[in-house]
């Protein structure tokens, strides 16, 4: 699976737009980015996963770079709910076997009032 | 449809005793997946269930460790002689089948997870 680097921090005035950047250089043509989330003792929950092209659902935006190198989850208006811990993952699609989802350090996003 | 549930949510134990976690995943999914997340860290796999067969364990699950998924339904996470290092919060996940995946993406969705703190 590719190695990602996400920013150890970040934070982001609520009702403003927060964007989360991701760096995936060494993705492969058959690799999904996803954006997981994970609020202070709760479980990882999914939020969003793109192939090539942006994506949005009614919890975020996925813009991922034409190179596929790098991907930004936009949460388009970020209320204190949205502060946590969120992880990007890059991962092929697989039919046999385990969804090993690697996570790493990922971001902690705080959003100050 | 509830999410994925598991039990007890926090487990104090001493050291050298036994524990067991319990999770009950998605109705409709057939895949079950158990990680851990110690303090400061991103979750780590450990083992793998497709119906009620374990295919795949992660070399962080020592012989102490044994899971279970007999009819295919909920599962069970049972450390033995626990030790401190043991210590942590264990996630349960479960996902549909892939074929069943309408953006040919498989997605977890994750339980609270269950703490547990080993004295």
């Known amino acids: 699976d590719a190695k990602t680097t996400q920013p150890t921090s970040m934070d982001c005035a609520e009702g403003r737009a927060a964007n989360l950047p991701c760096n995936h250089s060494t993705i492969s043509g058959n690799e999904y980015v996803y954006w997981y989330r994970q609020i202070h003792s709760q479980g990882p929950q999914y939020i969003i996963h793109?192939?090539?092209n942006n994506e949005t659902n009614e919890m975020a935006s996925l813009i991922i770079t034409e190179d596929r190198k790098s991907s930004t989850l936009i949460l388009p208006h970020a209320t204190l709910r949205d502060t946590a811990v969120y992880y990007c993952i890059v991962r092929a699609f697989i039919i046999q076997g385990a969804q090993k989802l690697v996570f790493g350090q990922g971001t902690r996003l705080t959003i100050n009032p | 449809d509830t999410g994925v549930s598991q039990d007890p949510r926090h487990k104090i134990t001493k050291r050298g005793q036994n524990v067991t976690f319990r999770c009950d995943p998605i109705?409709?999914?057939?895949?079950l997946y158990w990680y851990r997340q110690t303090l400061g860290q991103g979750p780590e796999f450990l083992t793998y269930?497709?119906?009620?067969?374990?295919?795949?364990k992660s070399r962080l699950l020592s012989d102490r460790f044994s899971a279970e998924r007999p009819k295919g339904s909920f599962s069970t996470l049972e450390i033995q002689r626990t030790e401190q290092g043991d210590s942590a919060m264990y996630l349960c996940?479960?996902?549909?089948?892939?074929?069943?995946?309408?953006?040919?993406?498989?997605?977890?969705?994750f339980g609270a997870g269950s703490r547990l703190t080993v004295l």
């Open positions: 996940a479960s996902s549909p089948s892939p074929w069943t995946s309408s953006s040919g993406a498989n997605v977890l969705t």
């Open positions: 793109g192939l090539k």
């Open positions: 269930f497709q119906n009620e067969a374990q295919l795949e």
């Open positions: 109705s409709e999914h057939n895949r």
